[in-house]
C-alpha cells in the first residue's frame, strides 16, 4: 500500500503561515513568534519555501533566509490573488459545546468554507462564563480558525463573532436566507435554492429547544432533513455545511 498524502486537497507541500504586515514582493519580512515556532517545529531550514497570508486575501511565496532558534527571517518571492472561498457564504450559528467539541466544530466550519461563525449561548447550552471568559474563549475560538486556514489553505479568515444569545445572533442574520438541519425537517437537501449567502443553526449537546426550532421556522427558515439519525454537536456542523456545499456550493 502507498503512503497516504497529507492532505486530500494540498498540492503544494510548502508550509502556510498567517502574519500580517507582509512587506511587498523582493523584501525581507521578521517572522513572529508564534510562525518562528511553527517553523522549529517542522524542523525547516534556510532556503526553505513558504507561503503567508495576512487573511486579507490572496497569499505570497516566501523563502526562509535566517533561521535561529527565537528569530526567523523571510524574503518575499511572489504574489498570488489565489483564493479557496466558496460561492455560498455561510454564517453558521453554532451552539456552544464544551472543550474540544466546539475546537472541532470550529475547525471542521473553516475546512468547508464557512464565512462566519457566531456562538450561540442557546437554551440548553451547558457553558455559562462571565463577559471576560466568553472573550478569551472568543480569542481561543479565533486563532483555531486561523490555524485551520493555515491548513486547508484559505486566505482569507473567518470572523468568529462574540458569544451571544440566540436572539442577539438571529438578529445578526437578519435578511439573510436560513437554513435549519431537523430531523423532523418537511424538505430535502435537495431543495435548497442557490443563493449569494445563508446562515444555519446549530444546536449544543442537549440539542435545540422546540421553542427555539419554531422561532426559526417562524422566521422563515426552511428545515431540511438530514437523515432519522441524531448527530453530536460537533458532527452536526460537518454534516450540514456538506450538504450546502455539495447542493449549492463548491463540494458538487
Known amino acids: 500500500m502507498g503512503r497516504s498524502s497529507p492532505s486530500t486537497i494540498a498540492t503544494d507541500p510548502a508550509t502556510r503561515l498567517h502574519v500580517t504586515g507582509i512587506p511587498p514582493v523582493g523584501e525581507v519580512i521578521d517572522l513572529p513568534d508564534a510562525a518562528v515556532r511553527h517553523i522549529q517545529a517542522r524542523r525547516l531550514r534556510s532556503g526553505d519555501g513558504l507561503v503567508l497570508f495576512d487573511g486579507s486575501g490572496g497569499e ?9 532558534k527565537r528569530r526567523a527571517q523571510a524574503r518575499i518571492e511572489a504574489f498570488s490573488a489565489r483564493e479557496a472561498e466558496a460561492p455560498v457564504g455561510i454564517t453558521l450559528l453554532q451552539g456552544i459545546s464544551k472543550g474540544e467539541r466546539m475546537d472541532y466544530s470550529m475547525q471542521k466550519a473553516t475546512e468547508l468554507g464557512a464565512a462566519r461563525i457566531i456562538p450561540v449561548i442557546s437554551a440548553r447550552c451547558v457553558v455559562r462564563l462571565d463577559a471576560e471568559r466568553w472573550a478569551k474563549k472568543q480569542r481561543h475560538w479565533q ?31 437578519a435578511g439573510l436566507p436560513g437554513v435549519i438541519f431537523d430531523t423532523e425537517g418537511d424538505r430535502a437537501a435537495q431543495d435548497l435554492e442557490p443563493t449569494a449567502e445563508l446562515a444555519t443553526l446549530i444546536g449544543p449537546e442537549g440539542g435545540l429547544a422546540p421553542d427555539e426550532i419554531q422561532r426559526v421556522a417562524d422566521l422563515g427558515w426552511q428545515r431540511i432533513r438530514l437523515g432519522p439519525r441524531i448527530l453530536r454537536s460537533d458532527t452536526a456542523p460537518v454534516a450540514a455545511l456538506a450538504v450546502i456545499q455539495t447542493v449549492i456550493g463548491d463540494l458538487g
Open 60 to 68: 505570497y511565496t516566501a523563502r526562509i533566509e535566517a533561521l535561529e
Open 143 to 173: 486563532a483555531v480558525v486561523v490555524a485551520a486556514c493555515e491548513q486547508c489553505g484559505r486566505n482569507r479568515i473567518p470572523a468568529v463573532e462574540k458569544p451571544c444569545a440566540l436572539d442577539e445572533a438571529l438578529a445578526t442574520v
